[in-house]
Every structure is written in C-alpha cells, then in structure tokens.
C-alpha cells in the first residue's frame, strides 16, 4: 500500500545528542517536504525537496539539515539537539503538478 | 505575518449540528485552497480542496464556501458527528511555484458532543 512512514513516532533525547528523523514515501512523488508543529499550532515548512539532491529551507528557521538521495527518502538530521528543539515534525510528500500533499503520522521529539 | 487567518480557534457543536469554520486571506497569488482533519496523534490527512474558480464544493458532508473577492473560504460541516472531533487546518497555495507550498492557517479544535 502506497504511504508515507515516519521514525521514530516518539523520540525523548538529551541535549547536545546528533539525531535523524526518517522520513520515506512508497508513493513516487518527487517533491517531500518537512514541517515543523508545536501542539495545538499551525504547521510551519522548514525544508522542502524538488526531487534528489534539491533541497531548499522554508518559511521557519530551522537548525536542521536535510539530504535527499533518494526519491523515496529524506530524512532530517539535527547535529545538536537543544529543549527549543521540542515539536512535532512532520513529512510530507506530493506529486510534480498536483498540489495535494499527503502527511506521515509525525515524530514527536522531546529534547531535555 | 500570517498570511491565513482562521477562526474560531475553538468550536463545540451538538451532534447533528453544523459547524462552520473560516478562513481569510491576504496573498492573491494562492490559487488552490485545501482543508485538513487532523486527529490527535496523527498527520493531517487532506478532507477537501477548492481552487477559486468555482463558489462552493460539495464531498459528502463537507462543503468549501469560496468568496474571491472577500479573500475568504470557509469549511461547512452538516450533520456532524462525534467522530468529526479533531482539529481542522485551511491551507492555500500559490499557483506557479514548482514545488506547492502550503500557508496554513492556525487551526481550529472541534469538538462534536454527542
């Protein structure tokens, strides 16, 4: 079946500790992107991908970085985790041509 | 600056009621205007979508209101149902950017009591 899978779905970690947050689409679209949410807030983009080896930051600042190897994969890195590093971070994939945007299920990070 | 208002940021309706949710906008260049359900835990999933050239769209139980020249679109739901419970995001979208960037509103909690 044809999804979007992010891991961890949970992650509490400490501060200064590298981590990645895994994102893949079985879906083929080119275009993934990553968003970041506080509970009960809106979502705010801070990376997107045109396809491989293209990524670009978004609208929010954000000290993570992203890559992107493979059509299917795109994961983000935080080299050194910090508590304002605290949300809930979302993937999310689309189609070249087609604005409808598909979400994982999310990975909510706790930095302490 | 937010560029997609929504309001109210919470709503409570009886079951079988309608509950209606509002959006404004201020950038004209957004040319695709979905809604998200978002249930907690979970990603938001996409409910329903509208570009501006047609006044209103119809999926089941849900109705997108589209008024151009107001800068404003609105989400009806008819019926609802305790199941409807979750929070409810608008988005736009501004036409001729390859990669479909998504503005979204700040969210509104529904809460359907039964």
């Known amino acids: 079946e044809a999804d979007i899978y992010q891991t961890p779905r949970y992650l509490v970690i400490g501060t200064g500790k590298k981590i990645t947050l895994e994102c893949s689409q079985t879906?083929?679209?080119?275009?993934m992107y990553w968003y970041q949410q506080d509970p009960g807030m809106e979502l705010h983009l801070i990376h997107y991908s045109y396809g491989v080896n293209s990524t670009e930051k978004g609208d929010l600042s954000s000290e993570s970085t992203v890559s992107r190897i493979r059509t299917e994969h795109f994961p983000l890195t935080l080299e050194s985790a910090r508590p304002s590093h605290t949300s809930q971070y979302l993937c999310?994939?689309?189609?070249?041509?087609?604005?409808?945007?598909?979400f994982g299920a999310g990975t909510r990070l706790s930095v302490l | 600056q937010q560029q997609v208002k929504q309001s109210p940021q919470s709503l409570i309706v009886q079951k079988g009621g309608i509950s209606i949710i509002n959006c404004a906008y201020e950038n004209t260049a957004f040319d695709y205007f979905p809604w998200y359900q978002q249930f907690p835990g979970k990603g938001p999933a996409l409910l329903i979508a509208?570009?501006?050239?047609?006044s209103e769209k119809k999926e089941g139980r849900f109705t997108i209101s589209f008024n151009k020249s107001a800068k404003q679109f609105s989400l009806h739901i008819m019926d609802s149902q305790p199941g409807d419970s979750a929070t409810y995001f608008c988005?736009?979208?501004?036409?001729?950017?390859?990669?479909?960037?998504?503005?979204f509103g700040q969210g509104t909690i529904l809460t359907v009591h039964p």
């Open positions: 879906m083929g679209h080119d275009k």
């Open positions: 988005a736009a979208l501004a036409g001729g950017t390859s990669y479909g960037k998504l503005t």
């Open positions: 509208i570009r501006p050239d047609v």
């Open positions: 999310a994939s689309s189609s070249r041509g087609v604005p409808l945007q598909y």
